[in-house]
């Protein structure tokens, strides 16, 4: 089946810790986002990734680093820098990205990360 | 930071109830979309609007682009337990680089 797969679901981590969570696509698409939710507020962009090799910082990047090396994949490190880091993360994918309006972005399940 | 107003913030419905809920800005937008979340789920895609005016609709559902483009209206006819969840709205505005900007949502519940 063709979707977005992250991993894991639900994830601790010690305060200070950085923590790297995982997104996988295989709809062959050029974008990947990575947004923010926290209860009550709408959704928030960390970073987006055009192509592989490039990526942009979205509104709240700050704490956050992500890579792409592979076309598939753009997984998100949370390092100790977020100063409040539990929330739930949500990965996308769109075809085409920020160049068309008519592109749509498809989510994965998410994963809710707690730091204790 | 950017935000569409949404509202309203939850809607407790009987049953069979039509159901309305809105977006507003003060910026003019060439995008509207409504997602749909369950819980500890990632949004999906219900309907996109594209042009001012249009009325599009996704079975019981149906969304307006505001005449203004600075508003969208999402309607749902005859409520089923299933329709229970979060709705948001997204948009890009006109002046922007396409980048979603998101509402806060609003949560239906059905009444028992």
């Known amino acids: 089946d063709g979707g977005i797969t992250q991993s894991p679901k639900y994830l601790f981590r010690k305060e200070g810790q950085n923590v790297t969570l995982s997104c996988e696509q295989n709809?062959?698409?050029?974008?990947m986002y990575w947004y923010r939710q926290d209860p009550g507020q709408g959704l928030r962009l960390i970073y987006y990734?055009?192509?592989?090799?490039?990526?942009q910082k979205g509104d709240i990047a700050e704490g956050y680093s992500v890579s792409r090396e592979k076309k598939e994949s753009f997984p998100l490190t949370v390092t100790s820098a977020q100063k409040n880091p539990t929330a739930f993360y949500l990965c996308a994918s769109s075809m085409w990205g920020l160049a068309r309006k008519t592109d749509t972005q498809y989510f994965g399940p998410g994963t809710r990360l707690t730091v204790l | 930071g950017q935000q569409l107003n949404q509202s309203p913030q939850s809607m407790f419905i009987q049953e069979g109830e039509d159901v309305s809920m809105n977006c507003t800005s003060s910026s003019i937008f060439n995008t509207w979309l409504w997602y749909k979340q369950d819980p500890g789920e990632g949004p999906v895609l219900l309907i996109a609007?594209?042009?001012a005016g249009e009325l599009t609709s996704n079975g019981r559902l149906t969304a307006q682009f505001g005449i203004t483009r600075k508003d969208s209206f999402l309607n749902i006819s005859a409520s089923i337990p299933s329709d229970v969840g979060i709705y948001f709205c997204?948009?890009?505005?006109?002046?922007?680089?396409?980048?979603?900007?998101w509402g806060a949502g609003t949560k239906l519940i059905i009444k028992p």
């Open positions: 709809l062959n698409h050029d974008a």
């Open positions: 997204a948009g890009c505005r006109v002046d922007s680089n396409y980048q979603l900007i």
């Open positions: 990734s055009q192509i592989v090799n490039d990526f």
């Open positions: 609007l594209y042009k």
